[in-house]
């Protein structure tokens, strides 16, 4: 029997009270600025490194333009949702766990934001190209990219660590089989979708108010490496990603999506069957189907890849009207979390530079700071009697209800809230034979790459818990593999 573990402790030595739950307004309410230990939490994640990205550090990006086609106007009031309305984009590709310096052809998730210089001001849609993600609440994120960097002591990436968490997190099922079958390593930035991946609100011109999902698909057709293709080119062209999306533009094969939506009705989200606002699920199409809303094209590489690619600052919260958050914690605690990191890697005017600047004229009370291009004039606070800006309480974010104790607990339960269906889902019913053939592979390669007990019995059991059959080749596979090795 071994010792109770010590319990978790803010910097000042305080104890936690939980390691895994913002603290909320009943199950489901917003998280409160009163909550310091999350505070602490991401404030400190976001100042670990100087100067580049703590996630998302390699990458690149292309100037472009999003044209809609109309329809989205029924559901949203935002003026560059509009009918024939081309609004300027900058894109951003990345990976998420690597370094600046590392291969784009890792097995990772890939970043995929957006900023559309919208006539209302910038619109920032933060995503990645899988429509899921490994955890449901912010207080576990810094620990999650903890995992999946390096070792305090070695310096070295460590897969026992990365398995420790993800088995030690049941809700990370979903995402990790996705991450481990073909679509971990997408061929190039211009064959892979997509997604917002969080829950977003719409409010049209009449006040009613939906619930949306984003989903560029892209227009080249999805594409992927095999794993050994993938760790082939990482030694070929470590920059592949980078030069083939910059070879394209130059070459005017302009890469392009077509967005489409998911719209759930206001109130159909209380009683669905799961949380619709869980980050680790997706929303059937059967229940939700696409609409096609717009079409997005890169057609511009960047001049200066310092001044546009790493000064380019994306944050949830710069929403326009129209558009509002969920009850998505995750993207409730981003809201703090990319504006709070890019004041500290970038500066505290870092939407002055250009690749930030919106197109509408700014009119605030924000003034000095290092960097600062130009002050606003007098007068300079709010309320005045001399002519100053006023606020328009017409523009009010849009909104949903919430009651209850301030608590740290999951998110009120759902019928189908079960972290292992939508993956076992994924296995049985999307994936071919091929596909599940070479995930299978791509786990056990994994998993032979320093996965020590008791981690690596958890493993089995986590795919177990995705589905039966996968648990049982995934076992089979790896022990296979020990037998080898022992004649050997």
Same mark, same amino acid.
């Given at each position: ?10 910097? &000042? ?10 603290? @909320? ?15 602490? $939490? ?32 029924? %559901? ?35 970043? *995929?934001?957006? $900023? ?23 207080? $576990?994120?810094?620990? *999650? ?32 089989? #996705? ?5 971990? @390593?997408?061929?190039? %930035? ?8 969080? @829950? ?10 939906? #619930? ?23 030694? !070929?062209?470590?920059? *592949? ?15 392009? %999506? ?35 809303? +717009? ?5 511009? =590489? ?9 000064? /380019? ?27 709070? &990191? ?6 505290? =005017? ?5 690749? =930030? ?30 002519? +100053? ?10 909104? %949903? ?33 091929? /596909? ?48 080898? &090795?022992? !004649?050997?």
């Amino acid at each position: 029997m071994t010792d109770r573990p010590p319990t978790t402790t803010t910097d &000042a030595g305080i104890p936690a009270a939980s390691d895994e739950h913002s603290l @909320t307004v009943g199950p489901d309410g917003p998280i409160l600025l009163q909550d310091h230990y999350l505070i602490q $939490k991401m404030a400190q994640f976001n100042r670990e490194r100087v100067p580049e990205r703590v996630v998302h550090a390699k990458g690149g990006g292309a100037h472009g333009y999003f044209e809609a086609s109309g329809e989205a106007s029924q %559901w949203c009031k935002a003026g560059f949702l509009a009918k024939a309305v081309r609004t300027p984009v900058f894109a951003r590709f990345s990976t998420v766990a690597g370094e600046l310096g590392s291969a784009d052809t890792v097995r990772d998730p890939r970043g *995929f934001a957006l $900023k559309f210089y919208t006539a209302q001001g910038n619109y920032d849609l933060v995503g990645n190209n899988t429509p899921i993600f490994f955890i449901r609440d912010p207080q $576990k994120f810094s620990d *999650f990219i903890h995992s999946q960097k390096r070792r305090a002591d070695t310096h070295l990436r460590d897969h026992d660590m990365q398995w420790d968490f993800w088995t030690l997190s049941p809700e990370s099922a979903h995402q990790v089989t #996705w991450l481990m079958g073909d679509r971990g @390593t997408p061929r190039t %930035w211009r064959h892979l979708n997509g997604y917002s991946s969080h @829950t977003y609100q719409w409010v049209n011109d009449g006040g009613e108010r939906f #619930w949306v999902k984003y989903h560029f698909k892209t227009d080249q057709g999805v594409e992927c490496f095999t794993d050994p293709e993938a760790k082939a080119m990482a030694a !070929e062209d470590p920059d *592949f990603h980078l030069r083939d999306l910059h070879d394209a533009i130059a070459h005017h094969k302009f890469p392009s %999506w077509t967005l489409y939506m998911q719209v759930m009705g206001f109130e159909e989200a209380a009683d669905y069957r799961f949380n619709p606002f869980d980050l680790t699920k997706v929303w059937p199409h059967g229940d939700y189907p696409l609409h096609r809303v +717009g079409h997005l094209v890169l057609d511009a =590489n960047p001049e200066d890849y310092f001044t546009e690619v790493e000064q /380019a600052a994306f944050e949830p919260s710069n929403m326009v009207p129209g558009i509002g958050p969920s009850p998505d914690k995750m993207l409730l605690g981003r809201f703090f979390s990319y504006p709070d &990191a890019h004041r500290y890697r970038i500066g505290a =005017n870092y939407l002055e530079l250009p690749i =930030n600047r919106p197109l509408p004229s700014v009119h605030s009370y924000n003034r000095d700071g290092t960097m600062r291009y130009a002050n606003p004039p007098d007068p300079v606070y709010a309320p005045n009697s001399f002519g +100053g800006p006023t606020a328009d309480p017409s523009l009010a974010e849009p909104s %949903w209800g919430v009651a209850g104790e301030i608590v740290r607990a999951a998110s009120t339960p759902h019928g189908e809230d079960d972290d292992f269906v939508q993956a076992g889902n994924l296995w049985r019913s999307v994936l071919d034979d091929g /596909a599940r053939r070479r995930l299978v592979d791509n786990v056990v390669g994994h998993l032979r790459s320093g996965v020590s007990e008791p981690v690596l019995g958890r493993a089995l059991e986590y795919w177990r818990r995705v589905d039966a059959r996968l648990g049982a080749e995934v076992a089979k596979t790896l022990e296979g593999g020990r037998l080898r &090795a022992l !004649e050997v």
